[in-house]
Nanobody, 115 residues
């Protein structure tokens, strides 16, 4: 069965950078979109960035200009480059791939930005 595994989370200083990776253990067919979500303590899970059909990207207003979502088809991996990190970026980050058949979620990786 296909699994998504996130990596790259950890502790960063305000203004610092982290790069998250989401690797799929197998090929996912009929992909509709793929993206990153995050959930902070006591908050609802929210969309951070997404790639939709045609390669179009969308970002949450709170991260636009600071985060970049990308993918490497050869490595079956997508990334979230996070720059200019702020304490409010602290959350568990999840990758998600949506196909025609089902959604796939990663297990989450903690990102902590301390001040």
């Amino acid at each position: 069965q296909v699994q998504l595994v996130e990596s790259g989370g950890g502790l960063a200083q305000p203004g610092g950078s982290l790069r998250l990776s989401c690797a799929a253990s197998g090929i996912i067919f009929r992909i509709k979109d793929m993206g990153w979500y995050r959930q902070a303590p006591g908050k609802q899970r929210e969309l951070v960035a997404i790639i939709i059909s045609g390669g179009i990207t969308n970002y949450a207003d709170s991260v636009k200009g600071r985060f970049t979502i990308s993918r490497d088809n050869a490595k079956n991996t997508m990334y979230l480059q996070m720059n200019s990190l702020k304490p409010e970026d602290t959350a568990v980050y999840y990758c998600k791939v949506s196909s025609f058949f089902r959604d796939y979620w990663g297990q989450g990786t903690q990102v902590t930005v301390s001040s």
